[in-house]
């Protein structure tokens, strides 16, 4: 079937059948479609809606774009932690050492960082020598002597989505749920997963803000985990303030160690809850824990004996990392930065942040990237100091701009205390974890 007969059956509100969706796909890989032809297709499906089956279509076609890693002789359930995205979300540097330590293998596949929120990715490279490039036969080495491998995206993993995501960023048809679950679950289909833990976030950091629509696609993308036979469970968790203390690359490693290491400061406690929380459903998904308490009584015993620390140790060396940074997390922090303290304009309780206020400025001062082939500064970030339900006085520090010159502060500065709602009466306190699918 022609393309232009594809586009014109979406456009007129019908429904594709699976052989139209996957000569779209193939178009897709094999560029017989052309870039507008595929996105007056997108924009077409944005606006008609697609329905459940074409959800599923889309995302095999997706899937199978690829091919599928076989982890078939490693001998221990396979799990991973997806994470919708946003700001000092940092969880999966706690997670895979924590899960691997409790016997999980753990084949994480990240992403870098785009626009307001951080990468997995651009995280790991601000350990000196990390290497998130394996080939599939390095990862399923590392997996085996330390329980799990970070990488990025490979050619083989859902190419399709490549292509169709560029795309899609570039003509506003992001946040469309069921494209977004296809793009999601084609990748994580492709890790040969047993279970999988997704993290989804709503609030003013996450890319999908209102609660009821994240609600929505994690039941989406749970049901389309489960109609591809993937164990699949969703934590909806707040991203209506950074997570934990630190934004910014280098600065979020430290705060994971310093975690590990069991030195964390009251201000890294979120990241810890929210860390926990999804390991321990990973340790239930895989059949290795019955009930939450036990779960978290493995995890805390795993942390407590250094164990989970061991094995990252393990994993930036076998990474080709420098694995001393486990033993001096401030090596990280880079020397000669400039500390530019944020001040409160005024007295009572932080009620709000804009939480994409405070990625974007991050972003600005080099710490994230606007287009997808920026360079990124792992160096600088901002420290969160206040948290909501807070009390602050008038000049009191909200937080600490880490950056190469006071310039760079001019330009964020009054945007990052402007992101900050002070109010006389304490707002309700936001729950981390709001529900699960
Ligand atoms: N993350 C993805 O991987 N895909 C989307 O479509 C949106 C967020």
Redesign the pocket.
Known sequence: MRPQEIIAKKRDGKALSDGEIGSFIDGVCDGSWADYQITALVMAMFIRGLNRREQYAITSSMLNSGTIMDFSDIDAPKADK?S??GVGDKTSLIIAPLAAACGIAVPMVS?RGLGHTGGTLDKLESIPGYNVNLSFARLKKVMKECGFGLIGQTKQIAPA?KT??AL?DATAT??YIP??????MS?KLAEGLDALVLDVKTGSGA?IQRFADSKKLAEELCSTGKAFGLNTQALITDMSQPLGKFVGNALEVYECLKILRGEADTTMLPTLELSLALTANMLIQCGIERTLDAANAKLRKVLGSGEALDRFRQNIELQDGDPKVCDKPETLLAKRLAEIPILAAATGYVSEIDTFAVGRAVCDIGGGRVKADDGVDHAVGYACEKQIGDTVRKGETLGVVYCRSKKQVDAVGEKLQNAYKITKEISRITKLIKATV
């Open positions: 997806h919708t995205g992403g989505d169709l995501y899609r992001v946040p494209l977004i679950v296809a793009s999601i990748k890319f």
